[in-house]
């Protein structure tokens, strides 16, 4: 069964390679290419909000820049709000984007509204759309990300949508609690194969073929040894 093309990123599109992986995906320019942006993941994270979604939105520094790409059109789409206005209205918008920018925040809180919204249901028609997930916009499309990674008080658990057969261990290094140690622990209670990946890195997946993109440190767990 087909899917979205998937770039699962840590930090984004933050280097050439990544960027280069996200123009194979598309099949033509950023410039020809029309987007819409979802930020829903934010609000159910206690250490997002208002200022960094507006931030994500606007393309702004320290949240990351695809939305200040050079997009050919790009568009706001909140998943909170489309159970309310009805699928013939938001299902062509969705449709007729070329890709999906996802942002992070607490992944479990953006699966629970992918599937009220029946944005989750549509994935599987979605063949021509590519998926570029930053954090838990990424985490989202695994099976698990972990209880440590769970921080919405609606969440039944830390399964996610199962799109792929890994989790992700995201922002290697970036924070303290981040740190390579940090996943090894995760991993053992994962009990699956994961990849950990610094905000230099992203994972490709088409077709259910996965491979990384990197110009910075990632590790496939169980161990296959640092890259």
Known sequence: MGTVKLLLTSGGVTNPS???????????PVEESTALCIPTAQWGHPSCGPVSARGFVAGLPPWGGMTSM????LGLLELTALTTIGEDRWVPWVREADVLLVDGGEATFLCHWMRESGLAALLPSMTDTVWVGVSAGSMVMTPRIGADFVHWPGAPDDRT???VDFSIFPHLDVFPDNTMADAEKWAEEISGPAYVLDD???IRVVDGVADVVSEGRWRRLPDDGPH
């Open 70 to 73: 050079p997009w050919r059109s």
């Open 161 to 163: 949508l199962g799109v």
């Open 18 to 28: 990544i960027h280069e992986a996200l123009v194979d995906l598309l099949g033509k």
């Open 200 to 202: 230099q890195s992203a």
